[in-house]
């Protein structure tokens, strides 16, 4: 968020989207100048005097957010006229991620979801780790007499954690391992993601922070290609 810049979230409940309807929505905001993104076709944006507005839809509840005020209220006075539509405030939590603010940052969270995860798989009481991968790091790989485990099982956890990484990229690296044996998971991959499961108990509240007056333009990325520690094809 740059200086000088305000943006705001709103959440907005609007009557339920059939695909029929969904055709008539995505025509009337491509009427009030809004562009459909193509790798996202619930997300529309609009940009205009160096200021953007965008909103994105899910089921029966849109998020409006960008910098521009006028544009913001402009847009909800006019779907309210097609729709039945409530207004429901600021955003605070939309699909598990928890959003707060000040005037000075953005914090975004999944620490409910952590913590729900944790108490269905029973490891909320479990003895927490500092890190989501064996240190040294872990050589996983389909072994011909590997112990089988619940493939179901292993596939929903995956799963769930991999919806978590969207507020912690620290999670990213493990979860990229794990889900490589989705079609054929032993007991040690099993205890790979038991392991993340107890890194996540360590610290459920971790997230996504976005601070005034820093360059979130600029990226760090590490990144160290080990063929040989790839077990099964090297």
């Given at each position: 968020?740059?200086?000088?810049?305000?943006i705001e979230?709103?959440?907005?409940?609007?009557?339920?989207?059939?695909?029929?309807?969904?055709?008539?929505?995505?025509?009337?905001?491509?009427?009030?100048?809004?562009?459909?993104?193509n790798s996202?076709?619930?997300?529309?944006?609009?940009?205009?005097?160096?200021?953007?507005?965008?909103?994105?839809?899910?089921?029966?509840?849109?998020?409006?957010?960008?910098?521009?005020?006028?544009?913001?209220?402009?847009?909800?006075?006019?779907?309210?006229?097609?729709?039945?539509?409530?207004?429901?405030?600021?955003?605070?939590?939309?699909?598990?991620?928890?959003?707060?603010?000040?005037?000075?940052?953005?914090?975004?969270?999944?620490?409910?979801?952590?913590?729900?995860?944790?108490?269905?798989?029973?490891?909320?009481?479990?003895?927490?780790?500092?890190?989501?991968?064996?240190?040294?790091?872990?050589?996983?790989?389909?072994?011909?007499?590997?112990?089988?485990?619940?493939?179901?099982?292993y596939q929903?956890?995956?799963?769930?954690?991999?919806?978590?990484?969207?507020?912690?990229?620290?999670?990213?690296?493990?979860?990229?391992?794990?889900?490589?044996?989705?079609?054929?998971?032993?007991?040690?991959?099993?205890?790979?993601?038991?392991?993340?499961?107890?890194?996540?108990?360590?610290?459920?509240?971790?997230?996504?922070?976005?601070?005034?007056?820093?360059?979130?333009?600029?990226?760090?990325?590490?990144?160290?290609?080990?063929?040989?520690?790839?077990?099964?094809?090297?």
């Open positions: 968020m740059s200086e000088g810049v305000q979230e709103v959440i907005v409940w609007v009557e339920a989207i059939p695909e029929a309807w969904f055709g008539r929505f995505t025509k009337l905001m491509r009427a009030f100048g809004y562009r459909q993104s996202d076709h619930t997300l529309f944006l609009k940009k205009q005097h160096g200021k953007i507005t965008t909103l994105i839809i899910y089921v029966d509840n849109m998020v409006v957010t960008g910098n521009d005020p006028e544009e913001r209220k402009a847009l909800q006075n006019y779907l309210s006229r097609e729709f039945e539509m409530k207004d429901l405030g600021p955003l605070k939590y939309f699909l598990g991620i928890a959003v707060s603010r000040s005037s000075e940052r953005i914090f975004l969270s999944q620490r409910k979801y952590a913590l729900d995860l944790l108490q269905e798989t029973g490891m909320s009481g479990c003895q927490p780790v500092n890190t989501p991968i064996e240190e040294g790091g872990l050589k996983l790989c389909v072994e011909p007499n590997q112990v089988s485990t619940d493939k179901g099982r929903r956890l995956v799963g769930r954690l991999m919806y978590l990484a969207h507020t912690r990229p620290d999670l990213a690296y493990t979860l990229s391992v794990v889900s490589q044996y989705m079609h054929n998971p032993g007991e040690q991959h099993m205890n790979a993601v038991m392991r993340i499961l107890r890194y996540l108990k360590n610290a459920p509240g971790k997230g996504i922070l976005f601070a005034k007056n820093v360059d979130h333009q600029s990226i760090k990325v590490y990144t160290n290609a080990d063929w040989a520690g790839v077990v099964d094809d090297r």
